[in-house]
């Protein structure tokens, strides 16, 4: 693989490309990113992810280096230089590098590194399939709303998720679900979707928005709340919604079958209708 990678202004084989031992976000996950997904060559709710970056940004006192404009066409350079059509594009802000110390300078400079991953987003097994999910108690830290790079306890629980022969996992914190562990999670009972409200909680996902704005366009019935693991055994369906797997169903919990065990109607209907704007609305 010789992919061309985006490193502070410059575009570098990724052998070549390099970050110093120094840079916070290697020492401190002190960084924030963000994926945007790719179809037909073209980008998914950019202006969405750019909007978040910003708020991301904004909460940790860090700074983009280049403009909204400049990072489009950087975003678009990286996709003609490795032929990307489908896939996403990863970017990533750190506080830049510093000898290491918990406090920092304001002065550092940030470190931006972009790099592209093809990828076979709307042929996917899982979105036919469905996928199995197992419960694991949220232990993440409390500003999840802030898309960080501090992605360790996700990491672990998706390992424990595979080790239990099960694709993912659900994270339960105070007895209700927050969400999965790199995607927000959905039940649907007597047809009506329910997912939890936005908060510290969990992570504002781009897909969730479009989503839920979709969803009411064709008058589907949206309720955001918390809901319980009992809730989601008892559920008629469930999915999870995230950048690079759309709306993917979900058809097991904890070794027990979701509704007839195969992916449910209104998931496979949302991914429809996802697809279908996102190629309509891709810039
Ligand atoms: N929650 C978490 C914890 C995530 O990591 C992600 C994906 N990065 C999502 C939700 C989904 O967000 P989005 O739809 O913006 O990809």
Not at 82 to 98: D, F, H, K, W
Request: hydrophobic share 40%.
């Amino acid at each position: 693989m010789k992919r061309i990678v985006y490193v502070n202004g410059n575009y570098l084989g990724e052998s070549e490309a390099k970050i110093s031992v120094f840079d916070r976000g290697f020492l401190f996950a002190d960084a924030i990113y963000e994926v945007t997904s790719v179809l037909e060559g073209k980008l998914i709710d950019f202006e969405s992810h750019i909007k978040r970056l910003d708020r991301s940004l904004e909460e940790l006192g860090l700074f983009c280096p280049i403009s909204t404009d400049e990072l489009l066409l950087v975003h678009r350079e990286l996709m003609q230089r490795n032929q990307l059509t489908e896939g996403c594009v990863y970017m990533q802000i750190s506080r830049g590098v510093a000898d290491r110390d918990f406090a920092y300078s304001l002065e550092v400079e940030p470190t931006l590194v972009l790099f592209t991953q093809a990828k076979s987003l709307i042929d996917s097994t899982q979105a036919k399939s469905g996928i199995k999910v197992i419960s694991v108690e949220d232990k993440r830290w409390g500003r999840r709303d802030i898309k960080t790079v501090q992605l360790l306890y996700p990491s672990m629980c998706k390992m424990m998720a595979i080790k239990a022969g099960a694709d993912d996992a659900w994270l339960v914190q105070d007895g209700t679900v927050t969400e999965g562990t790199s995607n927000n999670a959905y039940i649907v009972k007597n047809r009506k979707i329910i997912t939890r409200s936005l908060g510290n909680e969990i992570l504002h996902g781009i897909t969730r928005a479009a989503i839920l704005m979709y969803a009411k366009s064709v008058q589907m019935e949206v309720e955001e709340r918390t809901f319980t693991i009992d809730e989601v055994i008892s559920a008629d369906e469930a999915f999870i919604t995230s950048a690079t797997s759309f709306v993917t169903p979900v058809v097991e919990m904890d070794g027990q079958s979701l509704g007839d065990g195969t992916p449910g109607p209104v998931a496979v209907r949302l991914r429809e209708i996802y697809i279908e704007e996102s190629l309509r609305r891709a810039i």
